[in-house]
């Protein structure tokens, strides 16, 4: 052995990790070719339908679902998380039992029950029980056509899920934040509002993604009450053409090329509410709550 | 004889069937300062939260400024306010915690204007002007855009002492406002507080600074046990204590 000191220091190599991903990434390029050249499937098909009138217009709805779907879940999960965490035990009970329902029963029932709400109340009138004044009435099917109850069922079970998400982000806010707030003179509503939500969307954005990107793919399941979403749209195609696989890979193409776009605004948002902590946007787990040095 | 600015009579908090105050009684007038000592778990910090009602109380009354604080008196039984009221009466007292809680989301300037604007409904330039000159006061004028993460913790502390000061309050309670610092950066925040009971500020500080006390409290209560064991002129107590208690706790530390 050398013994003199002139020596350099190497990390430690990882040989296995270039040779397990030279292996993935040649399954993954072979799968690849499989689809493509399969001699089943009809790729001008494919591309005639890629951009059909009728699979944009029910990208148009998918997006327009999702996108108020989520407006609806998020404030009512911020107020069912407030209400969880409640001292009223009402509140809590109301809030524990809206989330205990609509996350334990499975979505699709929900959303075909959203659906048939006509057959249970054919009529759906809105006024003042026990006089004669009403604000609304008439047959349910009317007043709740299908995108409705789909909107509906969507955005209530979303909500369930939510709530805990936005519950999860308020206590991960330091105690003495309240405190701080408190000694200030602030009230309990411009505390949650201006010191304790902003600081929980750090917490909340990465899940709430997520939860996003479920939503865009779950208006899928509209199908089942035939509203005209991007799924909707190309199982109708297929059913005319039984061209399954090829309007399949149309529908995949196009729900793959949103989740992806949503990933930017889903970043910007992360940046903006990572504003004072250590880990902006970073790929390092977020760094618990900065207090000086012990 | 000045005002009286606290007036704390017989105050007692349990936490279960844990006495943790014992019957505090004690005066601060106006522009004084009171050092509270003692040893962990003594009741003091939880003293000092009762002051603005951040713990409440099970007996006795708190005065602060003439009114009485968190509740209202019918008969023999205090009613607590509602949650409205007691705000209202927190925004003249001010408050420095041992772990700052500065608004991590906020910048220094931010995060001493929030309640002004927010609470005091004064203009947002009218605000800004002033946590300006509140930052100056406290050395940090070039420090304004900093987050709360890319300061020392002298230079937090020093942020919430000037945010604290923002809603001109006429009480200023610090509860250990050095512990959780650095050594080399208390001198910073002492000198500070120093400044600011020099200007005439009405002062209660929950420390372990006996060299602070000596300095500049008109008085230091030594509680240990929920109760107060020895009061009085800062020499006398740290000095020359009577107790035994305070004897051997002052041996400990000092």
């Keep these: 052995m050398d013994l003199s000191d002139d020596v350099v220091a190497v990390p430690l190599r990882h040989p296995w990790r270039w040779i397990s991903g030279g292996i993935a990434t040649a399954l993954l390029l072979s799968f690849i070719w499989a689809v493509f050249s399969a001699k089943s499937i009809q790729h001008d098909i494919v591309l005639k339908f890629l951009l059909d009138p009728r699979i944009l217009a029910g990208m148009l709805v998918t997006i327009f679902v999702t996108v108020i779907c989520m407006f609806i879940a998020t404030v009512l999960a911020t107020l069912l998380a407030v209400m969880k965490l409640s001292d009223n035990p009402l509140q809590r009970w109301l809030a524990t039992g809206f989330i205990e329902f609509f996350r334990g029963t499975p979505l699709l029932l929900q959303i075909v029950f959203w659906g048939y709400l006509g057959i249970i109340f054919p009529q759906l009138i ?131 090329l949103m989740t992806t776009v949503l990933g930017f605004p889903q970043r910007a948002l992360e940046r903006k509410y990572g504003k004072g902590f250590a880990s902006v946007g970073g790929r390092s787990a977020p760094r618990a709550f900065k207090v000086g040095k012990r | 004889m000045a005002k009286l600015m606290v007036d704390a009579r017989n105050v007692r908090k349990t936490y279960g069937s844990n006495q943790v105050l014992n019957g505090i009684s004690l005066t601060v007038e106006q522009g004084e300062v009171l050092c509270i000592i003692g040893p962990s778990g003594s009741g003091k910090s939880t003293f000092l939260r009762c002051l603005n009602h951040l713990e409440s109380i099970n007996g006795g009354r708190i005065y602060v400024n003439d009114e009485l ?49 927010g609470v005091a409904g004064i203009s947002p330039e009218e605000a800004k002007q002033q946590g300006l000159a509140l930052l100056a006061q406290v050395g940090l004028q070039d420090k304004a855009d900093h987050y709360p993460a890319q300061l020392s913790g002298g230079q937090q502390q020093r942020v919430a002492i000037a945010r604290a000061l923002a809603m001109k309050p006429k009480l200023m309670l610090f509860d250990e406002p050095t512990s959780a610092l650095d050594p080399e950066l208390v001198g910073d925040v002492l000198d500070v507080m120093k400044n600011l009971a020099k200007a005439g500020m009405t002062m209660i500080v929950v420390t372990h600074e006996m060299g602070f006390a000596r300095e500049v409290a008109d008085k230091v209560v030594f509680i240990d046990k929920g109760l107060i064991v020895e009061q009085g002129d800062p020499k006398q107590v740290l000095d020359n204590p009577q107790e035994s208690r305070t004897k051997s706790f002052l041996n400990k530390v000092l």
Excluded: C
């Excluded at chain 1, 000694?183 to 750090?202: D, E, F």
């Excluded at chain 1, 749209?233 to 309007?247: F, V």
């Excluded at chain 2, 925004?91 to 204007?113: C, K």
């Design chain 1, 126 to 256: 809105l006024g003042v029980p026990y006089t004669d004044i009403v604000f609304l009435s008439g047959k349910t099917s009317d007043l709740i056509p299908a995108i409705v109850a789909g909107i509906i069922a969507l955005a209530l079970n979303e909500a369930a899920y939510s709530a805990e998400i936005v519950r999860a982000g308020i206590l991960a806010v330091d105690n003495g934040q309240v405190e701080a707030a408190k000694s200030l003179g602030m009230s309990s509503t411009y505390t949650m509002r201006r010191i304790v939500l902003p600081q929980a969307m750090r917490v909340i954005i990465p899940p709430m993604g997520n939860e996003f990107i479920g939503m865009l793919k779950n208006t899928s399941l509209l199908q089942v009450i035939a509203v005209a979403e991007l799924y909707t749209a190309s199982s109708t195609i297929s059913s005319a053409n039984l061209a399954q696989i090829e309007l399949l890979i149309v529908s995949g193409f196009w729900y793959l």
């Design chain 2, 69 to 117: 604080m968190g509740y209202r008196q019918v008969g023999k039984v205090l009613h607590e306010l509602k949650p409205q009221d007691i705000a209202k009466q927190r925004q003249s007292i001010g408050m420095v915690f041992q772990r700052f809680n500065l608004f991590p989301h906020m910048t220094a300037l931010q995060n001493v204007i929030e309640a002004p604007i």
